[in-house]
Nanobody, 140 residues
Framework: DVQLQASGGGLVQAGGSLRLSCAASGFTWKDYAVGWFRQAPGKEREGISCITGRDDFTLYADSVKDRFTISSDHAKNTVYLQMNSLKPEDTAVYYC?????????????????????????????????WGQGTLVTVSS
């Protein structure tokens, strides 16, 4: 079974940094993408970043681009989210997520092309597995 364990949340002042960790198990890295979503109080869940296991292809939401960095350490079965220049609006519960990715492109003419897997769009419905959340609070 795929298991995801997020940690590293806490209280930080605006402008500060935090690093979240996601301990992942139960799947083969090259066949999966792992990402992060967050949910602020009273708001819907927002996809913020993803990384593929095979080629480290990354994807970021505009709201965190240039401030957050996702990375992975396959030897430690862990995905990290380095969060810099934190803002009060980054306050949320952060969730680690995962989904199987194939890298196959099905062309309209019926042919199938193998390509490097990429992260799915950062939408809740695109990600199959969810871990428990870790709370990040950014004070102003």
């Amino acid at each position: 079974d795929v298991q995801l364990q997020a940690s590293g949340g806490g209280l930080v002042q605006a402008g500060g940094s935090l690093r979240l960790s996601c301990a992942a198990s139960g799947f083969t890295w090259k066949d999966y993408a792992v990402g992060w979503f967050r949910q602020a109080p009273g708001k819907e869940r927002e996809g913020i970043s993803c990384i593929t296991g095979r080629d480290d292809f990354t994807l970021y939401a505009d709201s965190v681009k240039d401030r957050f960095t996702i990375s992975s350490d396959h030897a430690k079965n862990t995905v990290y989210l380095q969060m810099n220049s934190l803002k009060p609006e980054d306050t949320a519960v952060y969730y680690c997520v995962a989904v199987a990715v194939s890298g196959l492109i099905f062309r309209p003419d019926g042919t199938i092309v193998a390509a490097a897997p990429k992260c799915p769009d950062l939408l809740v419905a695109k990600y199959t597995y969810w871990g428990q959340g870790t709370l990040v609070t950014v004070s102003s």
